[in-house]
């Protein structure tokens, strides 16, 4: 029993604020080389443009609104009682590259957005703003009398095909195997658990 | 077999990955240049909507389902509890100005044995369903995946009761069908916090029994 319990020494290290973090793939593994690891899944999204100097990975710009899950909206049928979540990508009111759509999540509506390769503002502009509560009023949400609570701009980490694959070159190098897992774009929360199985596959095979 | 793994980044990829291996009993280390619940990273602010988007490759299929399995299990073990779940299954609405599902055309040269080929494998290449031009995961019978025209969506919606445009509203836009299917959605914020908590959690019970065995 003792000796069960030994063989599962899950003693992990936590650090999950490293300011910068790495700098390149060299320094991710000297670490799991300083730390006892065998192993590495490289798990960074966007950061492996930097890392893995991978110029295949790109930034998709989205910009969001959030309005609280009970705010007014604009349906004048009462009867009307359950939320639905609305995409649009088909002019007028959406394009590929400036989709409209309001998400129910958790206590708030999320309402977006863009999807702009390579743009790295970090910051809504006025015109994005104002699209956006067009989009809300569209979708649903009275604006002449609602405001949203907060807003957000982020990057999707963009990539032609997800990097999912055991790096040969770096792992006979430094003797570790090493699993990159990142690109999943817009689709991050639609792919994790499958996502998350396969490099523990690939690590214990 | 890797016997310690050094896990980076902690956004929904990296922290379902560690949990992936603490469930496997296998030691980690996770590190990250951002905390899972720095509002800035890409996983908290996300919609959460679970919907092959923007990802061109094509074994997200897969990747994708078995999402789908562990979402909509979530999502029937939380429906006893009805306060603030992470996984909401939500009725989505998919707008468009052109038909952009199957025709009669797309049938044209059917052969059953296609048919149920592609379904076995999963719905591989560009469709499921003969040669229809709907991608694979709308073939999946949990998200109640619907083809409608407008007005369909019209009648439908007097049952349903969603609080969606009005049909008219929606055809002088132009709008001429729309999707209409139940994914999950997940909290994103929630989900990185609970997953989080139960990473730090494994942490420390682990750490708690060495010290004890030591």
């Known amino acids: ?205 | 077999m890797a016997s310690k793994v050094l896990v980076v980044g902690s956004g929904c990829i990296g922290l379902r990955t560690a949990l992936e291996l603490l469930r496997k009993n296998i030691p980690i280390v996770l590190k990250s240049a951002h905390h899972p619940l720095d509002p800035k990273t890409c996983s908290f602010g996300a919609g959460g909507l679970w919907m092959p988007y923007k990802c061109t490759d094509k074994r997200i299929d897969k990747w994708s389902k078995d999402t789908l399995d562990e979402l909509m299990q979530i999502s029937t073990l939380e429906k006893k509890e009805k306060n603030e779940p992470l996984v909401e299954i939500v009725p989505t609405l998919y707008l468009t100005k052109s038909h952009k599902g199957p025709t009669v055309e797309d049938f044209k040269n059917f052969d059953a044995k296609d048919y149920f080929q592609q379904e076995a494998g999963g719905g591989g290449g560009g469709g499921g369903g003969g040669k229809s031009p709907l991608p694979a995961w709308t073939q999946d019978s949990r998200l109640a995946f619907q083809h409608l025209t407008i007005d369909m969506l019209g009648w439908q919606n007097q049952v349903l009761k969603l609080k969606i445009p009005s049909i008219d509203v929606m055809k002088d836009a132009g709008y001429t069908h729309a999707w209409l299917f139940r994914p999950p959605i997940v909290d994103a914020p929630r989900m990185l916090m609970v997953s989080f908590v139960e990473y730090l959690f494994i942490s420390l019970k682990t750490k708690l029994m060495n010290r004890l065995l030591t």
Not at chain 1, 42 to 71: F, M, P, Q
């Open chain 1, 1 to 205: 029993m003792l000796n069960e319990i030994k063989r599962h020494p899950l003693v992990t290290n936590v650090n999950v604020e490293m300011g910068n973090g790495y700098q390149s793939i060299d320094e991710m593994i000297q670490d799991a080389h300083d730390n006892g690891c065998d192993a590495l899944a490289n798990c960074t999204g966007l950061g492996s443009a930097k890392l893995c100097k991978d110029e295949n990975l790109i930034g998709g710009r989205g910009v969001l609104l959030h309005y609280e899950r009970n705010c007014d909206r604009k349906i004048d049928d009462e009867s009307m009682e359950h939320d639905a979540a609305i995409l649009v990508e088909d002019a007028p009111w959406g394009s590929s590259t400036d989709p409209a759509y309001v998400i129910p999540r958790g206590n708030v509506f999320v309402v977006g957005g863009t999807y702009y390769e390579n743009n790295t503002e970090t910051k809504l502009s006025e015109n994005e703003r104002k699209r956006l509560v067009e989009n809300a009023d569209l979708l649903g949400i009275d604006t002449s009398i609602t405001s949203p609570v907060s807003e957000w701009a982020g990057f999707r980490p963009v990539r032609q095909t997800v990097r999912m694959e055991i790096d040969e070159k770096f792992s006979s190098e430094s003797k570790l195997r090493i699993v990159h897992s990142y690109g999943h774009g817009g689709s991050g929360w639609t792919t994790y658990v499958g996502a998350a199985k396969e490099v523990a596959e690939l690590l214990c095979s």
